[in-house]
């Protein structure tokens, strides 16, 4: 294993008396390789493998919540997609743990690779390919973006005279260090293997990506995510609630002046319990939180897509991120003070307040975005070409793959590893490119 300089705290030029920001071992790959140039940090190089990774790039064909190129009744809306969700969710995450003593190279790695496995058509894909990969381990965008950096994204190979490719080569991804991989994970453990709740759908790798993760999290407190997952974690959820309002606004979906009224509110409230806060929290709360919000002398009352409500608007985002980032970062630091907080030295502090907040502006996009009925007619024809493309893809396999993952398939040991690499085939599509795909397979049946 390779081992570089992570590099220190930002801010701290190092010295004789100047602790590592990081142990050494954060900074090792699981192929050793030379450094390109002298001087450049380990994390830095991740960041930039990442950012210049196809995967990346593909997330911009991906939808987040409003589909691109929509139309408001009198505003074009020009929604975030998948990519823009990540580079935000990036620039939170890396502030924040710069505020906090991470290294921010690390954590804005860590953020832009937090969306890397997900499939075509957001979760309703990730559901729908988890139906279809029921017997091969199931699909977890969580654990797919773990196996897209560590095997399927084409950057490093390593010579292995059993990969049955020309001259023994095969894979590792795109070899980033342990510290960035381990900062990615949200879930760190299979399927079933949630810490206080065996039944959760949520997890952070396949069992033939078991080798790549117990290195990873060699040392690891078991179940525990490292600070910079905890937050990056959080700054995905602030970048998404707060952007996700603004898109919906945007877009037409949404009337601020519904939030007053009593039904409308016990609505959202209903959402936002057992899904986006414990089942047994009291409605009130999430009442009193709204209440907060609305109180707010930025908070968006109307909209209707003029100049001056647009500016409003981004204002409102931008107060409302660094009211959520700043609660978190003072809370983390009463608990544990003024020193650099890194890897299992510390645990994020978000307050209860800022959770419930938040909380209620996930559910006023799940209610007036998700739940619209064009939008469960969507979800109904997506599920199907995903079930439809796996079934075509599997009658002319290994023909009908793309080369990287026709080579898989070859390779795979059995049926299971076989239906794997149709779900790895699928889920690297795009929403457009699925479509596309399926259109052509399905007119040839």
């Not at 981004?314 to 107060?319: G, I, L, M």
Request: glycine share 8%.
């Amino acid at each position: 294993m390779e081992g570089t300089a992570p590099g220190t705290a930002p801010g701290t030029a190092p010295g004789p008396d100047t602790p590592p920001a990081y142990d050494p071992a954060s900074a090792d790959r699981w192929a050793p390789e030379p450094d390109k140039r002298p001087g450049r940090t380990a994390f830095q190089r991740d960041r930039a493998r990442v950012l210049h990774s196809a995967a990346l790039r593909r997330l911009a064909g991906k939808t987040q919540v409003v589909t691109p190129g929509t139309m408001g009744p009198a505003w074009d809306a020009s929604p975030r997609t998948r990519l823009t969700h990540s580079l935000e969710c990036a620039q939170v995450g890396r502030e924040l743990g710069a505020a906090l003593g991470c290294d921010p190279d690390l954590v804005e790695a860590a953020c832009l690779s937090h969306d890397l496995g997900h499939p075509p058509f957001g979760h309703n894909g990730e559901q729908a390919l988890n139906e279809l990969a029921q017997d091969c381990g199931g699909f977890e965008g969580n654990a797919q973006s773990l196996r897209l950096l560590t095997r399927i994204e084409p950057k490093r190979f390593v010579t292995d005279p059993a990969s049955g490719e020309p001259g023994g080569l095969v894979s590792v991804g795109l070899n980033l260090t342990r510290a960035a991989l381990d900062a990615a994970t949200k879930y760190p453990w299979p399927r079933g293997g949630h810490p206080t709740d065996p039944a959760s759908p949520k997890f952070g790798v396949y069992e033939d990506d078991r080798p790549v993760f117990d290195w990873v999290r060699k040392d690891a407190p078991a179940g525990r995510t490292c600070f910079e997952a905890q937050v990056m974690d959080w700054s995905d959820d602030v970048a998404y609630s707060v952007h996700d309002i603004e898109d919906g606004l945007h877009a037409g979906h949404i009337d601020p002046g519904c939030l007053h009224a009593e039904p409308e509110r016990q609505e959202v409230f209903a959402v936002a319990v057992g899904r986006y806060v414990p089942a047994d929290t009291d409605p009130a709360e999430l009442a009193e939180a709204l209440d907060r919000l609305q109180d707010q002398e930025w908070w968006p009352h109307g909209y209707d897509g003029s100049a001056v409500a647009q500016a409003r608007l981004k204002d409102a985002t931008s107060q409302l991120i660094g009211r959520f980032c700043l609660a978190a970062e003072v809370a983390t630091r009463t608990a544990h003070g003024d020193k650099r907080l890194t890897r299992y030295g510390a645990e994020l502090v978000v307050p209860r307040t800022a959770r419930m907040e938040c909380a209620v502006l996930k559910a006023v996009a799940d209610r007036y975005v998700m739940q619209r009925a064009e939008q469960e007619r969507l979800r109904a024809d997506q599920r199907i070409v995903v079930a439809e493309l796996a079934g075509a893809l599997t009658a002319r396999a290994p023909d009908g793959l793309d080369p990287q993952f026709r080579a898989l398939f070859h390779r795979a040991p059995d049926d299971r590893a076989r239906k794997r690499v149709i779900v790895d085939q699928i889920a690297s599509l795009t929403d457009a490119s699925a479509r596309s795909l399926h259109a052509r397979l399905t007119r040839s049946v």
